[in-house]
């Protein structure tokens, strides 16, 4: 019976795992498509011409799996056209046709046959024609197999000897029952067979399936005779460990025939590899050459001896005992020079197995082998036993192992035992621990001093203890708090306890107390520290001249010339203006050598001249120079003796032109709209009001130089300056004594017009003609500036001559 599988058929499994999956589905509007935990895309229908789709990325789809015998124990009416399974006995997928009425298997037209030899078949296996030793076979050398057919399909049966020929055939058992098959041979018998031996074994394999059926074929014995010459025996080749012998690897030989005919001749195997050959001897010529070629895969160094067997019918004189064959002894060079270095490589760090070098060697003879270093600097490399299979240029890889205890290149010694041909030198550079110390933060300390608007200098400094367990390269630095930040780098040289020292930049924006975090590079975390900064400007001595409430040192604790300087809500550490305090003397009416003597004395930042202080020559000369060499203020609040009004103001303004007058009474004098620090200060923002004067006359200035800036006029006269100030020295003049004068409580608006609260705090008041007067403020805000301006400027060594 021949059957046919049409091509559509293997096509059918596709359509059949569909529907076995979808069989639980009844009716559906739309087709299906299931998918797992791997396929992240949303839901989707199936693919177009698809009824039902899996999708996954790591699983399959599972059918029914059965034996031969349990499928073949589906009762004929469930067998249902295109019934899918996974056949376990044969390993395919079976599939039902109704056509043909067979179970068909996807991976050909028919399932593998299952049949087998039994016993009494396998004593009837037979070899026909002749088999001669070095005689090939023909069409007429076949060997019968009788075998049992449980299971029709496709056949494949070999028959193989280890004597150089074989059998075999393959083809379809239509159906169950009883074959014999015939093998066609091939080959040569390479070796015969005395009367009463049982010749070649016979391995049998069905469908790949070894058979224990082994029947034996007897080889007729070829009738040759000679003489070996063993002492013309010579191995040629070169043999190794591992590698298999090729066309190179023969022993040649001269033999003397004495009777033609087939020969055959072999070695015995030692160290994992031999010696055969056959051929004719067609005459009897003496010293005819023979080479027998070597096959195997010597396994161990040394010298093999090998004793040399043939079919001669003279046994003594067709074998030969004692042929040397000598397989190397591994051989190796090392090239140090472009070995390649792997991994990362850090001080004090322990070596992993991604520590390696990567050694490039010449193989000239195979083996194993152990390559190793020396050990330096806490560290080695080993490759443990390697096996050196191939010949030529190759790598091995050497694994470290150790911690190396310093940075830099380290020096080591690479030997291989057995095979290395010399030792070479090989550089393994290990790189630097990462700068690492901790810092002390409770040892930080602070250097210069820090206020409100004084810009940062060289004196500025925050002192953090460290100490360094590696050297390197050092950041550490603060955040940026109030307008100022803090940092330093450097190079740690040296392990231990060490300060490092940050400088401090930009410029604070205001007082008060300010936490500073300090963060470093420190590969081990360095401790996070805080240091707090107190910004502040530090205590003024202010000397006041003159007489009366007109000046904060002869003033009485209720006015404002004193009180306003007093209150701690408008200066000291926690008041508008932070200071850390303001100390006030009374210079009354001390003049020339008197005025420089408590100026040096006190060590004086700010002088205040009030009512009725006049100047003279050597005053001026006093002031000129605490201006303009010590870098103090002068407050100059004076309206009689004009004349000495002008040497000073010229003075200090290093000018000519300036001229002093007065108007009589004058109580309004309007504070120009310009931009400026008194103008803007702390206590408020008095551009575009009015000052105003106390009682009778007030003074006013004209012709004043480039170098001053006029803060406000008399009586709205835009030529006439009722206030300036100096554009860079400590200097400002107010053109009225009394211009400080004031109390809480006094109401009269033609006097102290310096109105502040019961607690000391600058207000303003109405004042004549219904204006409202800021002296207060603008006497607060003339201080707050006066002391910014000495913190930055004033040279306290300086003394006065």
């Given at each position: 019976?021949k ?17 076995f ?205 000679f003489v ?76 093999n ?38 991994g ?75 095979g ?9 550079t ?8 901790t ?18 200098t ?41 300060n ?93 050598t ?39 203020v ?102 009225d ?15 102290y ?36 301006y000495v ?11």
């Amino acid at each position: 019976m021949k059957i046919k599988i049409h091509k559509i058929q293997k096509k059918l499994f596709l359509i059949v795992f569909s529907l076995f999956s979808f069989s639980s589905i009844f009716a559906q509007v739309n087709n299906t498509k299931i998918k797992d935990g791997t396929v992240s895309t949303g839901a989707e229908k199936a693919k177009a011409g698809a009824i039902f789709e899996l999708e996954s990325n790591n699983k399959g789809m599972l059918t029914s799996r059965l034996t031969t015998a349990q499928r073949d124990a589906i009762p004929p009416a469930n067998l249902t056209d295109g019934l899918l399974l996974y056949n376990l006995t044969t390993g395919c997928f079976d599939y039902w046709s109704q056509i043909q009425n067979i179970w068909l298997s996807i991976c050909g037209t028919l399932p593998p046959a299952i049949f087998d030899i039994s016993l009494t078949q396998c004593t009837q296996v037979a070899a026909s024609g002749n088999f001669k030793q070095g005689v090939s076979l023909n069409l007429s050398n076949y060997l019968s197999i009788p075998v049992t057919v449980t299971q029709p399909g496709v056949y494949s049966v070999s028959a193989t000897t280890t004597n150089g020929y074989y059998f075999n055939t393959n083809g379809t058992f239509p159906s169950a029952g009883s074959y014999i098959l015939n093998l066609p041979g091939t080959g040569t018998p390479n070796n015969g067979y005395t009367i009463g031996d049982p010749g070649d074994p016979v391995n049998i394999s069905l469908n790949g399936v070894d058979s224990s059926c082994v029947p034996n074929i007897f080889v007729e014995k070829a009738s040759v005779d000679f003489v070996i010459n063993c002492g013309s025996i010579s191995p040629l080749g070169d043999y190794f460990i591992g590698i298999p012998l090729t066309s190179s690897n023969k022993i040649t030989l001269t033999v003397n025939p004495t009777t033609i005919g087939f020969w055959s001749m072999t070695t015995n195997t030692v160290n994992g590899y031999s010696f055969s050959g056959t051929g004719t001897f067609n005459n009897t010529t003496p010293n005819q050459s023979v080479e027998l070629l070597g096959t195997g895969t010597p396994v161990a160094s040394g010298t093999n001896s090998f004793n040399l067997s043939s079919n001669a019918s003279t046994t003594a004189t067709g074998s030969c005992t004692g042929i040397p064959v000598t397989v190397s002894t591994v051989a190796y060079t090392i090239d140090c020079a472009t070995a390649t270095q792997n991994g990362v490589y850090m001080q004090d760090v322990a070596l992993s197995a991604s520590n390696t070098i990567t050694l490039p060697i010449n193989v000239t003879a195979t083996g194993q082998t152990t390559i190793t270093t020396t050990t330096a600097n806490g560290i080695s490399f080993t490759s443990g036993l390697v096996n050196l299979s191939t010949l030529g240029l190759q790598n091995v890889t050497l694994t470290g192992t150790g911690m190396p205890s310093s940075a830099g290149t380290t020096i080591l010694t690479v030997s291989g035992a057995p095979g290395a041909s010399a030792t070479c030198s090989l550089n393994v550079t290990i790189a630097p621990q990462p700068v690492t110390y901790t810092t002390n933060c409770a040892g930080i300390t602070t250097s210069g001093s820090y206020a409100p608007g004084i810009a940062m200098t060289a004196t500025n400094t925050m002192t953090v203890p460290v100490n360094v367990t590696y050297v390197g390269a050092y950041t550490i630095t603060t955040n940026s708090v109030n307008g100022v930040s803090f940092a330093a780098t450097g190079t740690f040289t040296a392990t231990g306890a060490q300060n490092v020292v940050m400088t401090a930049t930009g410029t604070p924006v205001s007082g008060g107390i300010f936490s500073y975090a300090v963060s470093a590079n420190s590969t081990n975390g360095a401790t996070a520290c805080n240091k707090s900064i107190t910004f502040i400007f530090r205590t003024m001595r202010i000397l006041g001249l003159g007489g009366g409430v007109y000046q904060p040192g002869s003033s009485g604790a209720a006015n404002s010339s004193r009180a306003i300087l007093a209150s701690t809500a408008n200066f000291s550490a926690t008041g508008t203006f932070p200071v850390q305090g303001i100390t006030i003397f009374d210079g009354a009416y001390s003049y020339g050598t008197a005025l420089r003597n408590l100026i040096n004395t006190n060590n004086i930042d700010i002088v205040v001249i009030g009512y009725n202080y006049t100047p003279d020559a050597a005053t001026i000369t006093v002031l000129n120079n605490f201006v303009k060499n010590k870098k103090g203020v002068l407050i100059h609040s004076q309206e009689n003796d004009a004349a000495n009004v002008v040497n000073l103001v010229n003075t200090i303004c290093g000018s000519t032109t300036v001229a002093i007058a007065s108007t009589g009474t004058t109580y309004t004098n309007p504070i120009l709209n310009i931009s400026d620090s008194i103008l803007e200060g702390p206590f408020g923002d008095i551009k575009g009001f009015n000052l105003g004067s106390d009682v009778n006359i007030s003074y006013y200035a004209t012709g004043l130089p480039a170098n001053v800036t006029s803060l406000s006029t008399q009586n709205g006269n835009a030529t006439r300056i009722f206030s300036f100030k100096h554009t860079t020295l400590g200097y400002i003049y107010v053109g009225d004594s009394g211009w400080t004068a004031g109390d809480a409580t006094n109401a009269a608006t033609t006097i102290y017009p310096a109105k502040m609260s019961s607690t000391g705090l600058p207000l303003t008041k109405a004042y004549d003609s219904g204006i409202t007067v800021y002296n207060s403020i603008m006497y607060a805000n003339t201080m707050a500036w006066a002391i910014k301006y000495v913190q930055a400027n004033i040279n306290s060594a300086y003394v006065i001559p």
